[in-house]
Antibody
């Protein structure tokens, strides 16, 4: 059974940093691209980032560029999101999701087939 | 304001059919695959439809997807109370080089 378990959320002050983790099991982690998607309280889904299976290709939403870094450790079956310079508007539940499909030079034909339960990040003083 | 436009809410009676639209442009829906996600209250999203009209294993055929030009549609037949949820479309935007979700549609089964 595919399982994705996020951790690392919590309360952080504006300008602070946090590292989220997503522990994967039930599938060959190193064969799949992965993604982070967030959801602010009472709001819709917002894609944050994804990373290729080997970690060499990464993509970011404009809201994450320059502040967030997605990475993975295939030996530990774990996905990470390092979040720096956090702002109040980063407050959200952060979900990790397995990404299917592929990206070409011009587009990404992908979808997200399994999701974790999410971890809440609150940015507040 | 999302680039992909969905109606904020739709409603229908049990047993009836409902459709949820997702409108975009040639840089996103028009030239990329659309997927649909169901989010039941208090839970993580779940993939319902991928590559415009394919259902993952375990998703009943009451759920269907279609795409025409720069719009996509999710159809749900034989509505059940358990279908009450938020539904999101999603696709890649080739001009912006980002993945995007629609704003979401809340389905109420009356």
């Amino acid at each position: 059974e595919v399982q994705l378990v996020e951790s690392g959320g919590g309360l952080v002050q504006p300008g602070g940093s946090l590292r989220l983790s997503c522990a994967a099991s039930g599938f060959t982690f190193s064969s799949y691209a992965m993604s982070w998607v967030r959801q602010a309280p009472g709001k819709g889904l917002e894609w944050v980032s994804f990373i290729s299976s080997g970690g060499g290709d990464t993509y970011y939403a404009d809201s994450a560029k320059g502040r967030f870094t997605i990475s993975r450790d295939n030996s530990k079956n774990t996905l990470y999101l390092q979040m720096n310079s956090l702002r109040a508007e980063d407050t959200a539940v952060y979900y990790c999701a397995r990404r299917l499909g592929y990206c070409s030079s011009t587009s990404c034909y992908v979808n997200f087939d399994y999701w974790g339960q999410g971890t809440l990040v609150t940015v507040s003083s | 304001q999302s680039v992909l436009t969905q109606p904020p809410s739709v409603s229908a009676a049990p047993g009836q059919k409902v459709t949820i639209s997702c409108s975009g442009s040639s840089s996103n829906i028009g030239n990329n695959y659309v997927s649909w996600y169901q989010q039941l209250p208090g839970t993580a999203p779940k993939l319902l439809i991928y590559e415009n009209n394919k259902r993952p294993s375990g998703i009943p055929d009451r759920f269907s997807g279609s795409k025409s030009g720069t719009s996509a549609t999710l159809g749900i037949t034989g509505l059940q109370p358990g279908d009450e949820a938020d539904y999101y479309c999603g696709t890649w935007d080739s001009s912006l080089s980002v993945w995007m979700f629609g704003g979401g549609t809340r389905l109420t089964v009356l």
